[in-house]
Nanobody, 123 residues
Framework: QVQLVESGGGLVQAGVSLRLSCAAS????????LGWFRQAPGKEREFVAF????????DYADSVKGRFTISRDNAKNTLYLQMNSLKPEDTAVYYC????????????????WGQGTQVTVSS
């Protein structure tokens, strides 16, 4: 079965960096687009970034553009999210998700989801 396992979250101060990872198994990783979403307490899960199957196309939410970078290593079946200049409003549970081939900001179009990793940014 397909598994997506996020790691790398934690409690950090504003302004620092974190790198999240998402290890995938049970799917043809190189054929899937991958996305990062996040959900803060009391809010809906929102789009953060996606990367297409071959890494040739990426997109970001306006709130993270210029601070976050999504990347993938198809040899390691792993997705990354480099988060720089973290802000308290970035506090959320971060989820990775997979869908075939092309990425999208629409969360309902992703087929597989991880369990999430908590990121807490203190001011």
């Amino acid at each position: 079965q397909v598994q997506l396992v996020e790691s790398g979250g934690g409690l950090v101060q504003a302004g620092v960096s974190l790198r999240l990872s998402c290890a995938a198994s049970g799917l043809t990783f190189s054929g899937y687009a991958l996305g990062w979403f996040r959900q803060a307490p009391g809010k809906e899960r929102e789009f953060v970034a996606f990367i297409n199957w071959n890494g040739g196309s990426t997109d970001y939410a306006d709130s993270v553009k210029g601070r976050f970078t999504i990347s993938r290593d198809n040899a390691k079946n792993t997705l990354y999210l480099q988060m720089n200049s973290l802000k308290p409003e970035d506090t959320a549970v971060y989820y990775c998700a997979a869908r075939w081939h092309s990425g999208t900001y629409r969360r309902d179009e992703y087929s597989y989801w991880g369990q999430g990793t908590q990121v807490t940014v203190s001011s």
